[in-house]
């Protein structure tokens, strides 16, 4: 059972920037940011291979947020630059430990969400 924290939500004003943070009970294989937006369905925002850094963005966000994550702190990051009135929604963490899930896009643990706000 791997449990994972998120942290660094908050409101910021369009063009501005955050950082989330995502902290992992133990051993991933693969990592993602997805985000759920009131009365919309959940978006995939990046994923990430824990062993090789292979990361990959959904269309909305490429060149604008950076999916890192850090082995030693177990510790998943997404960087938010330039940020966007429509990248407010929640953001969740998930996470897989196996690499059958991680191929095809199974994430079998998730996280509480953290909450961003982007003000126009």
């Known amino acids: 059972q791997v449990q994972l924290v998120e942290s660094g939500g908050g409101s910021v004003q369009a063009g501005g920037s955050l950082r989330l943070s995502c902290a992992a009970s133990g051993y991933t294989y693969c990592m993602a940011w997805f985000r759920q937006a009131s009365g919309k369905e959940r978006e995939k925002v990046a994923t990430i291979s824990t062993g090789t850094l292979r990361t990959e963005y959904g269309d909305s966000v490429k060149g604008r947020f950076t999916i890192s994550h850090d082995n030693a702190k177990s510790t998943l990051y997404l960087q938010m630059n330039s940020l966007k009135p429509e990248d407010t929604a929640m953001y969740f963490c998930?996470?897989?430990?196996?690499?059958?899930?991680?191929?095809?896009?199974?994430?079998?643990?998730w996280g509480q969400g953290t909450q961003v706000t982007v003000s126009s």
């Open positions: 998930a996470a897989s430990v196996a690499y059958t899930a991680c191929s095809f896009g199974r994430y079998n643990y």
